[in-house]
């Protein structure tokens, strides 16, 4: 298992957020905590899943709320380079069409 990871680099109004490892219930909060400070009106966040391993319904929740709230702020969450995983994931909860998802990698 590699080490979780979140990293963040902001250009103007976009925020791109690389996510690394494990997204479980050890890790969905420090996520949440990474990336909701990030959300406000006009500014799109994209978060790089391309080397996420694992994603357990807790990491699914926060991307979900994560979703919901840039809508409600103003602004856009995307999904990007998404990994096999994360793919499967978001199909087998039938939530896919929930959020904007592009291929990578992320500029």
Excluded: K
């Excluded at 298992?1 to 690394?20: L, N, P």
């Excluded at 996520?31 to 080397?51: H, K, M, N, W, Y």
């Amino acid at each position: 298992m590699d080490e979780f990871t979140v990293s963040t680099t902001t250009s103007g109004t976009a925020v791109r957020v690389a996510v690394r490892g494990d997204v479980d219930l050890a890790t969905a909060e420090q996520l949440q905590e990474a990336v909701s400070p990030l959300i406000r009106a006009g500014c799109e966040v994209a978060v790089d899943c391309a080397e996420i391993q694992f994603l357990d319904s807790a990491g699914l929740r926060v991307l979900l709320e994560l979703n919901r709230r840039a809508g409600e702020a103003g602004g856009e969450l995307v999904l990007v380079a998404l990994s096999d995983i994360v793919s499967r994931v978001l199909d087998l909860a039938g939530v896919a069409q929930m959020f904007t998802v592009r291929p990578g990698p992320v500029s």
